[in-house]
T-cell receptor, first 117, second 110 residues
C-alpha cells in the first residue's frame, strides 16, 4: 500500500493567495482527518470526515479555511485568502475506523509544509 | 474539553531505559495512542491502550491507568535512532476523535 499521499510537499505563496492542499487516503479507510502542526500549538485537528461526510469542523480556524471530500479517495483543504499565520505543516491522516470498543490508529501522510510570506 | 500533559524534553543515554509519562483529563475516553515523530517527518503509530495494563511490543511498552488518567511509554535498550518526539494522543467521543499532547522531545546521547 502506498500509504496516505499528500501534495504538494512544499508550498510557498504570498499573502492573499489561494492555497489548495490535496490528500489521497489509504484505500478502504473510511475516516479522514486534517491536522495542522506548529511549534507553538503542536498538532491540532482541523476537520474530520467519516464516509466522506464532515463530522466535526470545529477546529477549522475561520471561514478562510474549507475542506471537501468529494469521494472516498480524495480530499482537499483550501485556504482563501492565505495569511502568514497560516504557515505550518498540514497533515492528512486516515484510519479504518476500528471494531467494537476499539479505535484504529491514524496513518499520516508526509505533510505539506506551507509558507505564506 | 481535553487536557493532555507530557514533559517537553527528556534526555537519556544509549542502552538505557526511559519512561515518558502522559496525564490526561477528558470526557468520553475511548483509548490512548502513542506516536513517534522524527524531525521533518510524519507521526508514526507506536502503541494503543484502551484497557488498563501494560502492552509490550519489542523494545517499546505502553501502560494505561484509566482511573488515574495516566499512561507511560517505556523505551528499553535505547538507540540513537530513538531520538524523536513522542506524542501521547487521547481518543474521545462517539466520533473517536484523536487529540494530541504537545509531545516529548527525547534526545539519546552516546
Amino acid at each position: 500500500d502506498a500509504g496516505v499521499i499528500q501534495s504538494p510537499r512544499h508550498e510557498v505563496t504570498e499573502m492573499g493567495q489561494e492555497v489548495t492542499l490535496r490528500c489521497k487516503p489509504i484505500s478502504g479507510h473510511n475516516s479522514l482527518f486534517w491536522y495542522r502542526q506548529t511549534m507553538m500549538r503542536g498538532l491540532e485537528l482541523l476537520i474530520y470526515f467519516n464516509n466522506n461526510v464532515p463530522i466535526d469542523d470545529s477546529g477549522m480556524p475561520e471561514d478562510r479555511f474549507s475542506a471537501k471530500m468529494p469521494n472516498a479517495s480524495f480530499s482537499t483543504l483550501k485556504i482563501q485568502p492565505s495569511e502568514p499565520r497560516d504557515s505550518a505543516v498540514y497533515f492528512c491522516a486516515s484510519s479504518g475506523g476500528g471494531g467494537r470498543g476499539q479505535s484504529s490508529p491514524l496513518h499520516f501522510g508526509n505533510g505539506t509544509r506551507l509558507t505564506v510570506t | 474539553g481535553q487536557n493532555i500533559d507530557q514533559p517537553t524534553e527528556m534526555t537519556a543515554t544509549e542502552g538505557a531505559i526511559v519512561q515518558i509519562n502522559c496525564t490526561y483529563q477528558t470526557s468520553g475516553f475511548n483509548g490512548l495512542f502513542w506516536y513517534q515523530q522524527h524531525a521533518g517527518e510524519a507521526p508514526t503509530f507506536l502503541s494503543y491502550n484502551v484497557l488498563d495494563g501494560l502492552e509490550e511490543k519489542g523494545r517499546f511498552s505502553s501502560f494505561l491507568s484509566r482511573s488515574k488518567g495516566y499512561s507511560y511509554l517505556l523505551l528499553k535498550e535505547l538507540q540513537m535512532k530513538d531520538s524523536a518526539s513522542y506524542l501521547c494522543a487521547v481518543v474521545t467521543g462517539s466520533a473517536r476523535q484523536l487529540t494530541f499532547g504537545s509531545g516529548t522531545q527525547l534526545t539519546v546521547l552516546p
